[in-house]
């Protein structure tokens, strides 16, 4: 089976007519809005928020946290009106959110340590399991020692 064409990722990225070209254009518009949204927002909400995606001339914004997308709420008219006047953002009617909170890097599992009692701890614990009247927990201590011991 013969392949008919190269085409090297430049070609394809420069052609209109191919879906990439039309995704590297719409990635761009997102970030020429992002930054301008960033400019129109309070320095402390710029680090919390950033243009998750534009359709039908709706800016769909991604926030990091609650408290943050209750401050945009209340803004929304304000920063709309602000939207308006900037030229990078024509056709914008209307915005929107979703709150996705930073995923938390998972803490490792530290592998178990095998901690073993002296002889003199084992003892410890009989001396301690001979003078308790509950049957349980006189049980539990001579096993642990017992354990302790074996290890």
Do not use: W
């Amino acid at each position: 089976m013969a392949i008919k064409s190269h085409k090297s990722i430049k070609q394809i990225a420069e052609s209109n007519a191919s879906n990439f070209s039309k995704i590297l254009k719409h990635v761009a518009r997102l970030e020429k809005m992002n930054q301008a949204i960033k400019a129109l927002l309070s320095p402390e909400m710029v680090a919390y928020c950033q243009v998750a995606n534009y359709r039908e001339g709706q800016i769909i914004l991604e926030i990091k946290n609650a408290a943050i997308a209750t401050l945009i709420r209340f803004q929304l008219p304000n920063l709309l009106s602000k939207i308006r006047q900037d030229p990078t953002l024509a056709g914008v009617t209307s915005i929107s959110y979703y709150i996705q909170p930073a995923i938390k890097k998972q803490i490792p599992i530290l592998p178990l340590v095998n901690r073993n009692l002296s002889p003199k701890n084992a003892q410890c614990l009989n001396d301690i399991a001979a003078g308790i009247n509950d049957p349980k927990l006189k049980s539990l201590l001579i096993k642990l020692s017992q354990h302790a011991q074996k290890s």
